[in-house]
């Protein structure tokens, strides 16, 4: 009955394609110009590492957990979340901040990369990457899970990385945490692509085509 249908990605695509001959991939994208218009500065000695999301979605947390113990008895950081709910982590350097409409670009520069980790299941497959695509937007590096579009957003070792395993987590995060050089390397590819492809900007045109 649809006109047009627009969805978030291949994978929704493929879902509205059984259905209509006019399905469009809209990305996530974020106001580079406006609300994620701040740059992080990645010249720093004690880099953060952070994460954002809803309490539905702490349980990724899980992933990735064990890779930052561990990361914490070798090197100095802070692992931050931002949610509507605090996981109360048992990490030795964490802090929980509330999510706010209001704060949340500045309460998202309080880290330097940003993690998505994530399970491998119809629901993630669905998802459309909006947290890597907010981190990245900052300037900063993505680290997230090979599932559904993220591979897409997150070029490996260019603009973040894609990891398989808990080794992987570590090491990755690892590498950003003792590199500033990368990081701040990665954070300006990383925003470039996002102004280039996910930005209300790059996507004006497309979304705009939907009403004609």
Known sequence: WSHKVSVGNPYLKEFGDKYSNNVYVVPTVVNTETIHGSLQIQDTDKPAIGWTGSFSTL?????????????????????????????????????????????????????????????????????????????????????????????????????????????????RIRLLLLDTPLRKKMGIAARKKIEARYSVKAVEALFLSMFE
């Open 59 to 171: 349980m990724y947390l899980d992933l990735v957990l064990p890779a930052l113990q561990k990361l914490q008895e070798e090197v100095d950081f802070t692992f931050y979340v931002i949610a509507d709910k605090d996981p109360a982590l048992p990490l030795r350097n964490y802090k929980f901040i509330p999510w706010n409409k209001e704060t949340e670009t500045d309460d998202l520069l309080q880290f330097h990369v940003g993690l998505m980790p994530l399970t491998d299941d119809e629901i993630t497959r669905g998802k459309c990457g909006f947290k890597a695509i907010q981190y990245m937007a900052l300037g900063m590096p993505a680290i997230v899970s090979p599932v559904g579009v993220n591979t897409e957003i997150v070029s490996e070792g260019q603009d973040g990385f894609i990891c398989n395993d808990i080794n992987e987590w570590k090491a």
